[in-house]
T-cell receptor, first 115, second 116 residues
Framework: KNQVEQSPQSLIILEGKNCTLQ??????????LRWYKQDTGRGPVSLTI?????NTKSNGRYTATLDADTKQSSLHITASQLSDSASYIC??????????????FGKGTHLIIQP | KAGVTQTPRYLIKTRGQQVTLSCSPI?????VSWYQQTPGQGLQFLFE???????NKGNFPGRFSGRQFSNSRSEMNVSTLELGDSALYLC???????????????FGPGTRLTVT
């Protein structure tokens, strides 16, 4: 069964600290993995997309890593800011030849940055 | 370029009623997908439309339906509402459905539906 598990479910850190969010998946055959940021009351916004051959991708203070052998990904946030408070969703796409039906969503990590 | 817009943003309905939600994709985008998001289940795929045709459907009962118009705008309808239908309904648009999921999709702000 295609699944995406994220940990931790929630996380509270102090402003300026770093943190790492985890994503484990069993989706097969694998196409790509995305990380989304979802602010409260808003739709998800893409942070990174990584294919099988990419093991690191950065977007400002966000760095995603991918280990396709162990089927694990992480999202590292450096020097956190209050605006980083959001839910972070890991989404894995499988090779279906189609579109949105090939996406498997994690339930997200709820991150709170405290001043 | 304007983003994906969804109307209404908030909706309160009574059990047994029906509801219609609307989504306007980014200009030039022809593919629209709908998702239901709840705290317990996360994001779940409802259906996907491209060029007015439903391409894929998720594992939801027949009470959930949708359509896409010639201008790519899409609507979804939920009939005979149940308490469990309370959720954030998200719409996402993309240029076209991509092979292998390599396309980028852009989400709207969602419609918060509360069923009482």
């Amino acid at each position: 069964k295609n699944q995406v598990e994220q940990s931790p479910q929630s996380l509270i850190i102090l402003e300026g600290k770093n943190c790492t969010l985890q994503c484990n998946y069993t989706v097969s055959p694998f196409s790509n993995l995305r990380w989304y940021k979802q602010d409260t009351g808003r739709g998800p916004v893409s942070l990174t997309i990584m294919t099988f051959s990419e093991n690191t991708k950065s977007n400002g203070r966000y760095t995603a890593t991918l280990d396709a052998d162990t089927k694990q990904s992480s999202l590292h946030i450096t020097a956190s800011q209050l605006s980083d408070s959001a839910s972070y969703i890991c989404v894995v796409s499988r090779l279906t030849g189609g579109g949105a039906d090939g996406l498997t969503f994690g339930k997200g990590t709820h991150l709170i940055i405290q001043p | 370029k304007a983003g994906v817009t969804q109307t209404p943003r908030y909706l309160i309905k009574t059990r047994g009623q029906q509801v219609t939600l609307s989504c306007s994709p980014i200009s030039g985008h022809r593919s629209v997908s709908w998702y239901q998001q709840t705290p317990g289940q996360g994001l779940q795929f409802l259906f996907e439309y491209f060029s007015e045709t439903q391409r894929n459907k998720g594992n939801f009962p027949g009470r959930f339906s949708g359509r896409q118009f010639s201008n790519s705008r899409s609507e979804m309808n939920v009939s005979t509402l149940e308490l469990g239908d309370s959720a954030l309904y998200l719409c996402a648009s993309s240029l076209q459905p991509g092979t292998g999921g390599s396309y980028e999709q852009y989400f709207g702000p969602g419609t918060r539906l509360t069923v009482t």
